[in-house]
């Protein structure tokens, strides 16, 4: 199974993890377990929890890529 300790995939893990773990979440449809959540991102109490979030995606990014992408096209630029 693919997947994430058990999980569908990263953001599911975490989101429970960090969101629902320990609730009584049961009598809630995933709607509203959706709608919960993108509240809790949009108060204003809540900037850390938001900023944890995009720190732990962008560290997936590979800078090192992004880089040689832009030196080869710079690289092109001056050969025309």
Same mark, same amino acid.
């Given at each position: 199974? /693919? =997947? $994430?300790? =058990?999980?569908?995939?990263?953001?599911?893990? &975490?989101?429970? !993890? %960090?969101?629902?773990?320990?609730?009584?979440w049961? &009598? $809630?449809?995933? %709607?509203?377990? %959706?709608?919960?959540? &993108?509240?809790? !991102?949009?108060?204003?109490v +809540?900037? =850390?929890?938001v900023?944890?979030?995009?720190?732990?995606? #962008? /560290? @997936?990014?590979?800078? +090192?890529? #992004? +880089? /040689? +992408? $832009?030196? @080869?096209? /710079? #690289?092109?630029d %001056?050969?025309?």
């Amino acid at each position: 199974m /693919s =997947g $994430y300790n =058990g999980w569908t995939n990263y953001p599911t893990w &975490r989101v429970n !993890l %960090e969101v629902f773990d320990g609730g009584n979440w049961d &009598r $809630y449809t995933p %709607e509203d377990m %959706e709608e919960f959540v &993108r509240d809790l !991102l949009t108060a204003d109490v +809540h900037k =850390g929890l938001v900023v944890d979030y995009a720190m732990s995606f #962008i /560290s @997936e990014v590979n800078w +090192h890529e #992004i +880089h /040689s +992408h $832009y030196v @080869e096209e /710079s #690289i092109v630029d %001056e050969d025309e």
